[in-house]
């Protein structure tokens, strides 16, 4: 049961574009929502998180979405650029303060 | 601030063997998390100690297992190792309460032969 679901394996976006991630999740009791990113081998690195009292949050060329009736949420990055291509994880808390994973979508950026 | 540590980086160890691997949080963190992710696979959870007790615990077999001391450091071991525990697994380090985010180390990249 999967709680946390990004359907988008992976995305392939010209430089300079904006990159949208998806990321849907079914407990509307979580509450918090974060964004990693991941290059192979390494561990993720946190990018941005949202408090679901709000439906926006903008750290420089990073912006999240929340739509809470639809339990949805996007990162969107703009301009995307080639240092950006890596695997995106969405994540959210739950009540235990235990982060609930979804599966990732490897971002590409094309030159 | 010193980050996450995780030792040791790399690990090669052979069927039907045991591993130990450690992780030290950040300086105040409390809770710790591991994970294990196989190429093409997501994060997946194995569990979360927090003031040196299981506070969350993955679907994996008992096989793994994990310990946290009282300076927050927690090691993570994994008996009779088998082919497929080859994984990068990874430790998460988190400040209690809510809206704070985890810091992930580096990794501890396990091969099983």
């Known amino acids: 049961d999967q709680q946390v679901k990004q359907n988008s394996p992976s995305l392939s976006v010209q430089e300079g574009r904006i990159s949208i991630l998806n990321c849907d999740y079914t407990?509307?009791?979580?509450?918090?929502f974060l964004w990693y990113k991941k290059y192979p081998a390494e561990g993720p690195t946190f990018l941005i998180s949202i408090s679901s009292i709000k439906d926006k949050n903008e750290d420089g060329r990073f912006t999240v979405f929340l739509n809470k009736s639809a339990k949805h949420l996007s990162l969107h990055i703009v301009p995307s650029q080639p240092g950006d291509s890596a695997v995106y994880f969405c994540?959210?808390?739950?009540?235990?303060?235990?982060?609930?994973w979804g599966a990732g979508t490897k971002l590409i950026i094309k030159p | 601030k010193a980050g996450v540590t995780q030792t040791p980086r790399y690990l090669i160890k052979t069927r039907g063997q045991q591993v130990t691997l450690s992780c030290s949080p950040i300086s105040g963190h409390r809770s710790v998390s591991w994970y294990q992710q196989t190429p093409g696979q997501g994060l997946q959870f194995l569990f979360e100690?927090?003031?040196?007790?299981?506070?969350n615990k993955g679907n994996f077999p008992g096989r793994f297992s994990g310990r946290q001391f009282s300076n927050s450091r927690s090691e993570m071991n994994v008996s009779t190792l088998e082919l497929g525990d080859s994984a990068l697994y990874l430790c998460?380090?988190?400040?209690?309460?809510?809206?704070?985010?985890?810091?992930f180390g580096q990794g501890t990249r396990l091969t099983v032969v």
């Open positions: 998460a380090s988190m400040l209690t309460g809510e809206n704070t985010e985890a810091f």
């Open positions: 100690y927090f003031s040196e007790t299981q506070r």
């Open positions: 994540a959210a808390k739950d009540s235990n303060y235990q982060l609930i």
């Open positions: 407990n509307s009791m979580f509450d918090y």
